[in-house]
């Protein structure tokens, strides 16, 4: 909570927090998870996506990576590496 409304101090008085890093943030918070964060947290209401685009936007991503990780394991299961 406490970080919640330093986040909301921070875009009042719009300011970006930076990057969180660390070995959790590494791990979790990918470019395009911060990527959107910027975008749905810009001080400019206008820059932020509305949820049509934003949803549209995630759901043709996250296909497309699970498209791409079921080629890859397929790929991998299908190789004489087995």
Known sequence: MKEDIHVLVQLIHKKRSPRPS???????????????????TSVDPLERPDVETLVSE?????????????????????????
């Open 58 to 82: 995630l759901k043709e991503k996250l296909m497309v990576s699970s498209f791409e990780y079921e080629s890859s394991l397929a790929i991998l299961l299908d190789s004489e590496y087995w």
């Open 22 to 40: 660390g070995p959790i943030a590494e791990k979790w918070l990918t470019d395009m998870a911060w990527n959107y964060s910027q975008k749905c």
